[in-house]
């Protein structure tokens, strides 16, 4: 999976973001980046999303696995960081986990949108959080 997602991380940078090829699985995806919590780097890393309200809510599920994604450690550390989607620039943002309410909410359209996240939540015995990324 990681090689997919670099393959399609190249094909937008060649592409200048007019290619996502992630559309055609359902969902669209957006450009996160996050400083690393160790490195102080910045890290930028593709997932998909949904709109909510003026951000986004991204599910870092890291495709089941036992241990979630860096990125989402990194915003636990820092919960600054950016959002780009196709060739627009870069936009703040600030991370938080969702409330009760806002998953309750999410993780059906989640789901119907790209069945694979409940295989993920399945798949893993950590708790996998819905992640809002909202406007600063």
């Not at 989607?85 to 059906?108: C, D, F, H, S």
């Not at 359209?109 to 809002?132: L, N, Q």
């Amino acid at each position: 999976m990681r090689i997919v997602w670099r393959v399609d991380k190249l094909l937008d940078r060649v592409s200048g973001g007019r290619i996502d090829t992630r559309r055609s699985m359902g969902m669209s995806r957006l450009f996160l980046t996050t400083t690393g919590r160790r490195s102080g780097e910045q890290r930028e890393v593709a997932t998909f999303f949904l709109p909510v309200g003026a951000g986004f809510a991204v599910i870092p599920s890291n495709v089941g696995s036992d241990k979630p994604p860096a990125w989402w450690l990194n915003l636990q550390a820092s919960p600054e960081g950016s959002v780009r989607i196709g060739r627009a620039i870069p936009r703040p943002v600030l991370a938080r986990e969702a409330t009760t309410e806002e998953v309750a909410e999410l993780w059906p359209r989640f789901v119907t949108a790209y069945p694979m996240y409940a295989r993920y939540s399945e798949m893993t015995t950590r708790h996998i959080p819905i992640v809002i990324l909202e406007p600063r």
